[in-house]
Nanobody, 126 residues
Framework: QVQLVESGGGSAQSGGSLRLSCAVT????????IAWFRQTPGKEREAVAM????????TYIDSVKGRFTISHDSAKNIVDLQMNSLKPDDAAVYYC???????????????????WGQGTQVTVFS
């Protein structure tokens, strides 16, 4: 079991950068797939980036490759999402999610994740 609390987000100009953080509290010693999702009104929540908390293997959706970076600070138990070269299409509510039974080898559907943060708004203006 884990608890997730996001911070960061806000507004940025197109082409700018934002950094999201997810503070993870672990209540067991399982290996978790930790992911950043995003959702806009009327659309399904989509995985943006994900990684295991135990190694450095990362996966991204095509639309953010080369612009977004997910990272895990194991000392602080924080998973960050650095977002560069932001586009208006990146605007969404971003969520941190985790699950010990999900494979992080490819973006996975949101229904597979049991643990979620509260979400944080990202706005990108032209």
């Amino acid at each position: 079991q884990v608890q997730l609390v996001e911070s960061g987000g806000g507004s940025a100009q197109s082409g700018g950068s934002l950094r999201l953080s997810c503070a993870v509290t672990y209540y067991d010693r399982l290996v978790y797939c930790i992911a950043w999702f995003r959702q806009t009104p009327g659309k399904e929540r989509e995985a943006v980036a994900m990684m295991y908390n135990s190694n450095d293997y990362k996966t991204y959706i095509d639309s953010v490759k080369g612009r977004f970076t997910i990272s895990h600070d194991s000392a602080k138990n924080i998973v960050d999402l650095q977002m560069n070269s932001l586009k208006p299409d990146d605007a969404a509510v971003y969520y941190c999610a985790a699950d010990a039974d999900v494979h992080c080898s490819a973006p996975q559907p949101s229904r597979l994740f049991d643990y979620w943060g509260q979400g944080t708004q990202v706005t990108v203006f032209s």
